[in-house]
């Protein structure tokens, strides 16, 4: 998602960059671009023309100082007026203050509304005992499509009595089933159509005045384009939605919806779907989202990953290691089977504020099985080969290359990658700190990438 709209951006400050003072003329030919940029990733055009104005109109009014470049006073602009039309800061899902808390899924058919319906339940978990409710009794095999995944995150489900076909009825009794089992969250994945029609709508208005949902929750997916705009704004006419929330924002659509959906209903975006597991939902935060389009990376949502995909006993031998300035094969195994929990590694290193990344990785060819090739060579070495790689010399490296099932050369890569990354943990305090060690870390994490090719 985006990496057309970074690319984009990412050329536009480049242009700008040598340029000492900004003439009208260099105003007008970057927002000429940064409205290319927007229409291609899908963006209404409405919504393209009302920031494109605030851009031309705090542009022109800006004053340069003398520790400000034209092209990063441009850059500050896009990113505010980013922030601004996909909202502020994010906004939570709101709790009732008395029991149950109702939540009501709407959308059309293919969003996601099921999948993201437990993705929910198993987010709100953490802090409540949430019931899932099968409320699609139209869409063959929906309600057992919802009881197989709420059994799988081990999330309470109620669903329609055998020849039960009216799904506000349904949604009234989960009322006394949640009660009776002490759940304080009811999420009802309601049903969908391929589009927009008036009986669908007229279901919804009837369940929503059954049951007086605490969240009207609008299911979009990602990849709709600019009919995603219409989508939100008819659901929102006729429901009055009080949160949006985006599904596969990790495919490669170009992003528009995130971008207009807020800006054209005043319906704050809340959650995001990023992938195909149930714990694949984040908060929706525009400035985090903003940061990745422009090319500023993610790091607040990189470090989350990496808290999520590390154990506290890793975490202290991690930096229990660096504090002794030791780093053995063992950790590298340790730091690569972490990587493989991230996802995809050309998204976590976008994720990194360095600039130019996403142009770096934009035909790098990143192998996945790379990784598991590497884990193989290491498990096929001795506890003691690990400890002390210096032991392994040529007979060794053979046996390794054979029990892995690789090549001597591969293993020979693998000790070398081993001896960097080793140099590289020694200085990694000072790598972060100032210009020079932004520039140091950009041309190893680079580096770094190639590795896994």
Not at 333 to 358: D, F, N, T
């Amino acid at each position: 998602m985006f990496d057309t709209l970074k690319e984009r951006f990412e050329n536009i400050f480049s242009s700008l960059s040598g340029k000492r003072k900004l003439s009208e003329e260099d105003v007008n030919l970057a927002l000429r671009e940064v409205r290319r940029a927007l229409l291609e990733a899908d963006v209404n055009f409405k919504v393209v023309k009302d920031v494109i104005e605030a851009i031309r109109v705090r542009a022109a009014g800006s004053d340069i100082v003398n520790s400000v470049t034209p092209s990063q006073l441009i850059y500050t602009i896009v990113y505010e007026e980013l922030v601004k039309i996909m909202g502020d800061a994010p906004v939570p899902l709101a709790v009732a203050p008395a029991p149950p808390t109702v939540y009501m899924m709407v959308g059309l058919q293919g969003s996601g509304k099921t999948t993201t319906t437990v993705k929910i339940a198993r987010r709100m978990a953490k802090s409540h005992k949430p019931l899932v409710v099968a409320c699609d009794l139209r869409r063959p095999a929906a309600v057992d499509q919802l009881r197989v995944l709420a059994q799988n995150a081990k999330i309470p489900f109620f669903g329609p009595e055998n020849g039960e076909t009216d799904p506000v009825q349904v949604a009234v009794k989960s009322r006394a089933y949640a009660q009776e089992h002490l759940c304080d969250m009811i999420i009802l994945d309601t049903a969908g159509r391929l589009q927009l029609d008036d009986e669908l709508m007229h279901e919804l208005e009837r369940m929503k005045e059954a049951t007086s949902p605490t969240e009207i929750l609008l299911v979009v997916d990602s990849m709709t384009g600019q009919e995603a705009v219409n989508v939100s704004e008819t659901f929102n006419n006729r429901l009055a939605v009080t949160g949006v929330i985006l599904t596969k924002l990790d495919g490669d659509a170009r992003g528009g919806p995130a971008l207009a959906v807020r800006a054209a209903t005043g319906v704050p975006i809340k959650l995001a779907g990023c992938g195909e597991r149930t714990d694949d939902l984040e908060v929706f935060d525009a400035r985090r989202i903003a940061q990745r389009i422009i090319g500023m990376g993610d790091l607040e949502g990189l470090l989350e990953k990496v808290k999520s995909a590390t154990s506290e006993d890793e975490m202290e031998k991690m930096a229990d290691n660096l504090k002794k300035n030791r780093f053995t094969l063992n950790d590298m195994l340790m730091q690569l089977r972490q990587i493989q929990k991230l996802g995809p590694l050309e998204k976590v290193l976008e994720m990194l504020p360095i600039p130019g990344m996403s142009k770096a990785l934009k035909d790098a060819d990143i192998d996945p099985k790379r990784i598991k090739h590497i884990e193989a060579i290491i498990l096929s070495m001795t506890p003691k080969e690990r400890r002390s790689p210096e032991v392994i010399k040529g007979g060794r490296r053979k046996r390794i290359a054979q029990g892995s099932g690789t090549s001597v050369q591969m293993v020979n890569q693998v000790l070398a990658q081993y001896d960097q990354m080793r140099n590289m943990m020694k200085s990694f305090g000072k790598m972060s700190q100032g210009k020079n060690g932004m520039k140091r870390m950009s041309r190893m994490m680079k580096h770094q990438s190639g590795f896994f090719r």
